[in-house]
């Protein structure tokens, strides 16, 4: 077995166990963090694939952009943990086999990509085993060059097509995630008529109602337990 | 050279997993994180026959889904903050708004 196969069979195993894993955790946290390890694997097979630039591309938007913004969500969302995990006592021998897989697996992880970026950004060109695939008088297979060169001549109209899809997601995102007072506060300033304002359900039981309406009692609503009524 | 079939093997067990979380988990937050696997499966996909043809074509697709998966889970987990003002959960069982 060459060490090419071995480092495929290594990478692949973990990441179908961290994959695995991240289905099957109790806690959202717990199975981001096993998601962030199932990438780094993918991003090694992907490096083993002479995809050096999409590997770097996968560390960066995966690893670490979006993972964070899981992360961040899990936060804010102060998501109720169930796990027992946390209140069991590990056998010395399954930590000194945990700590042990972890720095295997982080070494190899760590290897893998150090030499790769370095190669990608530091030394350009001077990968071999890229250069046998590559045609000649072309730069070497799945550097940033030939990606980049491809992106912007033949898929010119995808790239800025993806970018007015990302303005879209950026905007779709704060509009759905807006909370209901705050929709209130913004229709209240841009001088929406309480008529108007009622009728799209962004009353406020601050607002006195003029057209003898059901009349608003001192009852501003105890912070319920279910957050805001969710008629919307 | 390492068999082309493998890295198909490992794409395709990826994608099995994320579809059985899919499917299986009711917890919103691992659903998404489950759709994320199974875009990453078709990643491997693409890059392994990007490699097999010596043709780059396949990791610029692959970058323009790691951009679509981004947008997604951005707009995914919108919708689940929104949700859990609502409703105060993260359980997919308990969202039939639109059936009600």
Sequence with gaps: ?232 | MLPITHFLYLAFALFLIGAAGVLLRRNILIVLMSIELMLNAANIVLVTFSRMWGNTDGQVLAMITIAVAAAEAAVGLAIVVSIFRARTGTDIDDLALLRD
Aim: glycine letters at 10%; hydrophobic letters at 50%; charged letters at 15%.
């Design chain 1, 1 to 232: 077995m060459t060490g090419e196969q071995l480092m495929f069979y290594a990478f692949a195993a973990m990441a179908v166990v961290s994959a695995l894993a991240t289905i099957s955790r109790r806690n959202p946290v717990v199975a981001a963090v096993w998601l962030v390890a199932t990438f780094f694997a993918v991003a090694c097979c992907y490096v083993l694939l002479n995809a050096t630039f999409l590997a770097a591309i996968q560390i960066l938007v995966y690893a670490g952009a979006m993972m964070v913004l899981f992360v961040f969500v899990i936060m804010v969302l102060d998501v109720d943990e169930r796990g027992r995990a946390e209140h069991r006592r590990p056998s010395r021998i399954a930590k000194v086999g945990y700590y042990g897989s972890l720095v295997v697996a982080g070494g190899f992880v760590a290897w893998v990509l150090v030499g790769t970026l370095a190669r990608q950004f530091l030394m350009p060109g001077a990968d071999l085993h890229a250069r046998a695939i590559a045609r000649p008088g072309a730069p070497p297979f799945g550097s940033a060059e030939d990606v980049g060169q491809l992106l912007f001549t033949k898929y010119l109209f995808a790239f800025e097509a993806i970018s007015l899809m990302l303005l879209a997601a950026v905007i779709g995102a704060v509009v759905v995630a807006r909370s209901h007072r705050e929709r209130e506060k913004e229709a209240a300033n841009s001088g929406m008529s309480p008529e108007a304002r009622r009728a799209a359900g962004l009353t406020s039981p601050l607002d006195p109602l003029q057209d003898g309406g059901p009349t608003p009692v001192g009852d501003f609503g105890e912070p319920s337990a279910t957050g805001h009524d969710g008629g919307n």
